[in-house]
């Protein structure tokens, strides 16, 4: 298994320019969730889902967008970068039983807004 | 609103215990969970406590004490390769499983 797997790694872009963050995982995990997390800070939730076809909004939400269309598959969207977004992003996924709580997260996405 | 309170940093030698704090604040508890974090790297599980109690895994133990709104990480026999943050975090019972609170972190520094 791979795990839960981000691409890229890196990404530089300037203020305005949309991307899309890439998350996949291998373990049909029924969760997922985006976090970022800024230098020095702990990790702040910005959009969670609990099943293909749901999400919702987490702490930090404003400035992005996700969609779940297959349990695998977990993008996050950035509409319209500004340099508040220059952060950390890491990808998690869990399995959805009740008796579960650890979080498997990806390698992470370092984005630079300039 | 959730809120968590750990200490910023703390500094040990090797073979020396170090515990570090978490105080969280939630409308609904469900469970405290802690995460390691290397520098540049991704944070990892390390335990989890819905009960109050001590767990033991290895060198690492967690308490809980749920009517202090309280818990603690041990980390013992202190590596080098322990030097990382340490993050707690909570699981709200009124969420899904996976919306997790995360505290600021502890970054501990372990000194030959």
């Known amino acids: 298994n791979a795990g839960v797997t981000q691409t890229p790694k890196f990404q530089v872009l300037k203020t305005g320019q949309s991307m899309t963050l890439q998350c996949a995982q291998d373990?049909?995990?029924?969760?997922m969730s985006w976090y970022r997390q800024d230098p020095g800070m702990g990790l702040r939730l910005i959009h969670y889902s609990v099943g293909a076809g749901i999400t919702d909004q987490g702490e930090v939400p404003n400035g992005y967008n996700v969609s779940r269309s297959t349990t695998e598959d977990f993008p996050l969207r950035l509409l319209s970068a500004a340099p508040s977004q220059t952060s950390v992003y890491f990808c998690a996924s869990s399995s959805g039983r009740m008796s579960s709580y650890e979080q498997y997260f990806g390698p992470g996405t370092r984005l630079t807004v300039t | 609103g959730q809120s968590l309170e750990q200490p910023s940093e703390v500094t040990a030698v090797e073979g020396a215990i170090v515990q570090i704090n978490c105080t969280y604040q939630t409308s609904g508890f469900y469970g405290l969970s802690w995460y390691q974090q290397h520098d540049g790297g991704a944070p990892t599980f390390l335990s989890y406590n819905a009960l109050d109690g001590l767990e033991e895994t290895g060198r690492f133990s967690s308490f809980l004490s749920r009517s202090d709104s309280y818990g603690y990480l041990l980390l013992q026999e202190l590596q080098m390769k322990d030097s990382a943050s340490y993050f707690c975090a909570v699981r709200d019972a009124k969420a899904a499983g996976n919306k997790l609170t995360f505290g600021g972190g502890t970054r501990v520094l372990v000194k030959p």
């Open positions: 373990m049909n995990h029924e969760y």
